[in-house]
């Protein structure tokens, strides 16, 4: 089983919609991170949190709300999809002993397409 | 702003040659950088580690430089396979530090020739 899990794998919706992407980890890890991936640009953060308490804003947050329902679930949402978010998004998690310097765990991502 | 670059092109390459990525960083001073590797339809996968006081880290065929002084990481596979082709990233922490918040590059795809 993996230790990163994302659902949905792939998601196909209209401009408007609201979008919920779950992420859920059994690493026992506090570090959860939403990233999105798109050609020529990279991985970029958007959200990240440090524990259940503890919500950050990344680089490119605006459109975008997450919520840490507990240590193992991290969900990001998009209130109002539009088309320039169709990215494919990725989950993933750290361990905070030694505070830096840890890897971090990602999820296979999940492939949103936004018409 | 903070800038990471990894060569853009494609590096193809004969099994059993040794595989050469690069690096580059700008505006910065990061205490440790990471190598992952990422297949098609899959999420990233560490690899390796170097901080800034370690010249060299090495894991079976894998070896990472860092040098702070020309601000670039090298990432060499030895003895390189077909089962090695992949995209490669690099990522450095964020400026400020102690919060695991990495900047990644945009990867440099590796094709081994059988």
């Known amino acids: 089983d993996a230790d990163v899990t994302q659902t949905p794998r792939n998601r196909i919706t209209k401009t408007g919609k609201r979008i919920m992407l779950e992420c859920s980890q059994t690493k026992g890890h506090d570090r959860m991170y939403w990233y999105r991936q798109d050609p020529g640009l990279g991985l970029r953060l958007i959200y990240y949190s440090f524990d259940v308490k503890d919500i950050n804003k990344g680089e490119i947050s605006d459109g975008y709300s997450v919520s840490r329902q507990a240590q193992a679930k991290f969900s990001l949402s998009l209130e109002s999809a539009i088309p320039n978010q169709t990215a494919l998004y990725f989950c993933?998690?750290?361990?905070?002993?030694?505070?830096?310097?840890?890897?971090?765990?990602f999820g296979d991502g999940t492939r949103l397409s936004i018409l | 702003s903070q800038k990471i670059e990894q060569n853009s092109e494609a590096l193809n390459i004969q099994e059993g040659k040794t595989a050469t990525l690069t690096c580059n960083y700008t505006?910065?001073?990061?205490?440790?950088l990471q190598w992952y590797r990422q297949d098609p339809g899959r999420g990233p996968v560490f690899l390796l580690l170097i901080r800034e006081n370690e010249k060299e880290k090495r894991k079976e065929r894998l070896k990472v430089t860092f040098d702070t002084t020309l601000k670039q990481s090298l990432f060499h596979i030895t003895a390189s396979q077909p089962a090695d082709s992949a995209t490669y990233l690099c990522a450095l922490e964020r400026y400020g530090g102690a919060t695991n918040k990495l900047i990644f590059g945009t990867g440099t795809l590796l094709a081994v020739q059988p």
């Open positions: 505006n910065y001073s990061p205490a440790y």
């Open positions: 993933a998690t750290s361990d905070s002993q030694g505070m830096s310097n840890q890897p971090q765990h």
